[in-house]
């Protein structure tokens, strides 16, 4: 089975503060993903890597960064938290081919007070 | 990746099969149906994903009509851990966009003891 898991479950932090937020997989996927999830808004891509320190940004990459310096472990990074990225935060890995199935972490609720 | 439309909500009752149907008039040649599920406040789940021909795995069936205009996901025995919000998702298999899944409302399940 596919195992993704991600660092926190919930995570509260003040505005300003620098917040990581760790993704690990275990299944030597080469593809890893971002994306942030709020009600009405469905899910939308924040960045993913396809390989080794490599980076794209999705859709609204505004706000964050990410690093991949392992193949397992993919992070986003909110350099200076804000209000408006209050959101469930959620990891996903695939294989290789920008087709294969993506599977998902239990998600991260970030609360931005 | 092409529209799909599904019911907002169903209800099924518990040890009865689960049919959840999805619309996508518009997909092209070389696009999938995949279908997720989410259960409340947590990561969502890969269930089964198809192109022309139907599929099972452990979970569900999946019945793609020959025109592939529209599909079923079929929970044969559902329970009351199948409550959740499915999602039917048209994806290609090709180029940038293809990374991206895009989820929309969804169907709302509700197994009922």
């Known amino acids: 089975d596919v195992k993704v898991t991600q660092s926190s479950r919930y995570l509260v932090k003040r505005t300003g503060e620098k917040v990581f937020l760790e993704c690990v997989q275990d299944m030597d996927h080469e593809n890893m993903f971002w994306y942030r999830q709020d009600p009405g808004l469905g899910l939308r891509l924040i960045y993913f890597?396809?390989?080794?320190?490599?980076?794209e940004k999705g859709d609204i990459p505004e706000g964050y960064s990410v690093s991949r310096e392992k193949k397992e472990r993919f992070s986003l990074i909110l350099e200076s938290a804000s209000t408006n990225q209050t959101s469930m935060y959620l990891c996903?890995?695939?294989?290789?081919?920008?087709?294969?199935?993506?599977?998902f972490g239990p998600g991260t609720r970030l609360t931005v007070l | 990746d092409a529209k799909t439309t599904q019911p907002t909500s169903m209800d099924c009752a518990e040890g009865r099969a689960a049919n959840l149907p999805c619309n996508h008039s518009?997909?092209?040649?070389?696009?999938?149906v995949y279908w997720y599920r989410q259960i409340h406040s947590q990561g969502p789940q890969y269930i089964i994903h198809?192109?022309?021909n139907n599929e099972t795995n452990e979970m569900a069936s999946l019945i793609i009509t020959e025109d592939r205009k529209s599909s079923t996901l079929i929970l044969p025995h559902a329970t009351l851990r199948d409550t959740a919000v499915y999602y039917c998702?048209?994806?290609?298999?090709?180029?940038?966009?293809?990374?991206?899944?895009?989820f929309g409302k969804g169907t709302k399940l509700s197994v009922i003891p």
């Open positions: 996903a890995s695939s294989l290789s081919s920008s087709a294969d199935t993506q599977y």
């Open positions: 998702i048209v994806r290609g298999y090709s180029g940038a966009g293809s990374y991206q899944l895009t």
């Open positions: 198809g192109l022309k």
């Open positions: 518009t997909i092209s040649g070389n696009e999938y």
């Open positions: 890597s396809y390989d080794v320190k490599m980076k």
